[in-house]
């Protein structure tokens, strides 16, 4: 059984609509499959519809972008009831802040004299939704006030820099308790993946395994070999769940192909059973895994 957990559609940063995800996974030899879109569950209606025809086991998620320590950190939740009202709000705050901070670097850049409009942002996403810092890069380097996008980032946009400005993220610890009242399950997407470090430790996944964390993703592109086994060995310790996931954003991101990494039969078992348990201890009875019997 091929399970995995942590995908993208066109409902965030991915490039493949929720219907092709599913049919993608259904062509890979995928058996369960998590649609995770960033801090959305836009997705779900349509890839809900694709997996019954299919009979494709779908487990609906989100990606919710959080802060912990200083640090982002992306929460994997499963199965959250999406209209849970605190769940609503802290969404709309993540979202907001997405399309607020290219105003605000603008704001800045021209702050600092430097002749730049949100006319010239959007002309570099390429008038997409999704504009962000890249583009403000990209137009920095059409107005000619920087060489290359590297040189943007290092005078700029980067942490600590002059035109920074930082995006709304939940507190993790928040987020976690939030997505348990709506009834759904946390796993933390790459932990070690984006920089490097070994950061949250042991004792820091201790403190949010008692706030209720169900588990985190261990076999993803961004852990070396020597993460790997060392967070297996931290989610045994802690009683956590080891998941592992493509995070794949179909042409989006290279090598992130459709289960290049899977999670073990028996700890989606484990999952599950965690997911069960966070229903019955809220009153929501909806989202469901669907197709749950199958393949099984
Ligand atoms: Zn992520
Ligand atoms: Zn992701």
């Known amino acids: 059984m091929r399970i995995d957990l942590h995908t993208h559609s066109r409902a965030s940063d991915g490039t493949q609509s929720p219907e092709e995800l599913v049919h993608a996974a259904v062509a890979a030899g995928i058996d369960v499959l998590g649609i995770t879109d960033h801090d959305s569950a836009e997705g779900w209606a349509a890839a809900s519809a694709a997996a019954e025809r299919t009979g494709l086991q779908l487990v609906r998620g ?12 992306h929460l994997l939740a499963y199965l959250p009831d999406p209209t849970h009202p605190e769940l609503v709000s802290e969404l709309d705050q ?8 290219v105003p605000a670097m603008v704001a800045r850049l021209r702050s600092l004299d430097i002749d730049i409009t949100e006319d010239d942002v959007r002309r570099a996403s390429g008038h997409s939704a999704a504009a962000g810092r890249p583009h403000v890069a990209d137009a920095l380097v059409t107005l000619g006030v920087v060489a290359d996008r590297d040189e943007a980032f290092a005078r700029f946009l980067d942490r600590g820099r002059p035109a920074h400005a930082n995006r709304y993220a939940s507190p993790l610890r928040t987020m976690i308790r939030v997505v348990a009242e709506a009834g759904g399950v946390t796993v933390i ?6 920089h490097g470090q070994e950061r949250p430790d042991e004792a820091a996944l201790a403190e ?6 169900a588990g985190i993703e261990v076999d993803h592109q961004d852990h070396g070999p020597r993460s790997r086994d060392k967070l297996r060995a931290i989610a045994r310790n802690l009683g956590l769940v080891a998941t592992g996931s493509s995070d794949h954003h179909g042409a989006g991101k290279v090598d992130h192909e459709l289960g290049c990494n899977t999670t073990d039969p028996e ?15 809220s009153s929501r009875t909806a989202p469901l895994v669907i197709n749950r019997e199958n393949n099984l």
Do not use: K
Not at 62 to 73: A, F, P, Q
Not at 189 to 194: D, N
Not at 208 to 213: I, K, M, R, S, V
Not at 271 to 278: E, H, N, Q, S
């Open 94 to 101: 993540v979202l907001e802040g997405r399309s607020s901070r």
């Open 62 to 73: 989100m990606e919710i972008s959080t802060r912990h320590d200083g640090h982002g950190v």
């Open 208 to 213: 949010l395994a008692a706030l209720g964390l």
């Open 267 to 281: 700890q989606y078992a484990a999952l599950l059973t965690r997911i069960d348990a966070a229903a019955a201890a």
């Open 189 to 194: 997407a790459h932990p070690w993946g984006r």
